[in-house]
């Protein structure tokens, strides 16, 4: 193992004092010191010398959600988000000389072909309408026929949101103009599984940054931002899928770059860092990285053209990327108490990872309920009515919370994109 491979350097700037610990979910719920930040860096320091094997990072690794709320806290300011990336990258490209050929076609179809392909995945939101408005979802559901697949699906399958036919979403405009001079022009990133599942809540961001006087253009050119590829250790995927999106969004002359998705946020404004040393791309990046914002930063800085109080108890589970990579605290809030009628609280801890992680809910379904539940514990004490998130990762594992709270028909989740738009009367129609 060489040290170029693993981030060794980053890891000397560690000085093992554990004011990370208290901010770490794992180690909040599996109580041990490998399943820390502190911990995990250590092994890396270890491996990268040559004194552990490769597998002894393996699980400590795989089970890091990626919150990366230890460097948030961090007083040496270690950059643990590189050094977690480094490991990722150097157990995948390791599991690869010995995954079977099946298993390798497998992953390559999904983070090369299919997250990619609008095609694919307009097939996908196609087959799911289907199931869900022929009354399939219903037939499987009361027979008990979804109880045959494992438990983390059964539990997704029942919260899925209600996914547009193939006509409506076809239908959706591609520019949005101003009525005016435009404050901004704005391209729209829509994310894949975001443009899948949760496509209305993207036609009604569209349709806000409209209302609050912004020239809105959602191109065909783009593509996957590359986080979950980049999560999974798949660094040359990821690589490739920044430099089509930088291409694709260089050809307009937009202010600035939006989209409703905490995650892919995350990933896009780090594009410099993941092309950092590309004399070809570093440049680009860095200016691409630097249009990018969320719409709730973005719709705060506008007039909106608020109509409709909301009177209710609202609570807010900010997205660990918002928070911890993007860095945006205060507007999404800001945002929400713009809104008439809101009664809002703070959940206590609210910057405690929800547990979502873009799959890490799937593939560590266990581990993840460990981290919901605590979740929980703080939401539910403030009573919401409705809890609202910038994620939708977040957004199906807090509407999971409150179903395993059994408090699903006291406790609304929804996109702040979502409680907006009903206070201005704007609809995805």
Request: aromatic letters at 6%; charged letters at 25%; a negative charge.
């Amino acid at each position: 193992m060489s040290h170029e491979s693993l981030a060794y350097e980053k890891t000397f700037d560690c000085v093992q004092c554990g004011y990370c610990l208290p901010a770490c979910p794992t180690y909040l719920t599996m109580g041990k010191e490998t399943h820390s930040p502190r911990g995990r860096i250590h092994l890396v320091k270890l491996a990268a010398e040559g004194k552990i094997p490769l597998s002894d990072l393996e699980e400590p690794i795989e089970l890091c959600l990626g919150c990366r709320a230890c460097e948030r806290v961090c007083p040496t300011n270690v950059q643990y988000g590189e050094i977690l990336d480094s490991a990722k990258n150097v157990l995948q490209q390791e599991k690869k000389k010995t995954m079977p050929n099946r298993v390798k076609m497998l992953q390559n179809f999904m983070y090369q072909k299919a997250m990619p392909k609008e095609r694919v995945l307009n097939s996908m939101g196609t087959g799911l309408a289907v199931y869900q408005k022929s009354g399939l979802q219903k037939i499987v559901q009361k027979s008990g026929l979804i109880n045959v697949f494992p438990e983390h699906l059964t539990a997704f399958e029942n919260l899925l949101p209600a996914f547009e036919g193939p006509m409506k979403k076809r239908k959706r405009q591609k520019h949005y103009p101003s009525a005016n001079k435009p404050v901004y022009k704005v391209g729209f990133f829509k994310g894949c599984m975001m443009d899948t599942m949760f496509s209305s809540i993207n036609t009604l961001s569209m349709k806000l940054l409209q209302a609050a006087g912004c020239e809105v253009t959602i191109m065909d050119e783009q593509t996957c931002c590359g986080a979950i590829q980049h999560h999974s250790g798949e660094t040359e995927t990821t690589k490739d899928l920044a430099r089509r999106n930088i291409e694709a969004f260089e050809q307009y002359d937009f202010d600035y770059i939006v989209n409703s998705i905490g995650g892919c946020g995350a990933m896009l404004i780090e594009y410099d860092r993941l092309l950092a040393g590309d004399p070809d791309w570093e440049d680009r990046a860095r200016a691409f990285a630097e249009k990018n914002v969320d719409i709730s930063v973005l719709l705060n800085e506008l007039e909106l053209p608020l109509q409709k109080e909301i009177s209710k108890t609202v609570t807010y589970q900010p997205s660990c990327h918002m928070t911890n990579v993007q860095k945006r605290v205060d507007e999404p809030l800001q945002l929400l108490n713009q809104i008439p009628g809101i009664h809002y609280v703070e959940m206590p801890e609210k910057d405690l990872c929800c547990g979502s992680a873009g799959i890490y809910n799937l593939v560590h379904y266990d581990e993840s309920m460990d981290i919901l539940d605590e979740k929980m514990k703080h939401a539910t004490v403030v009573k919401p009515e409705v809890i609202v998130t910038t994620n939708p990762g977040c957004h199906l594992q807090m509407k999971l919370g409150a179903e395993r709270e059994k408090a699903g028909n006291q406790m609304e989740v929804v996109h702040i994109v979502e409680l907006v738009a009903e206070a201005c009367n704007i609809t995805d129609k």
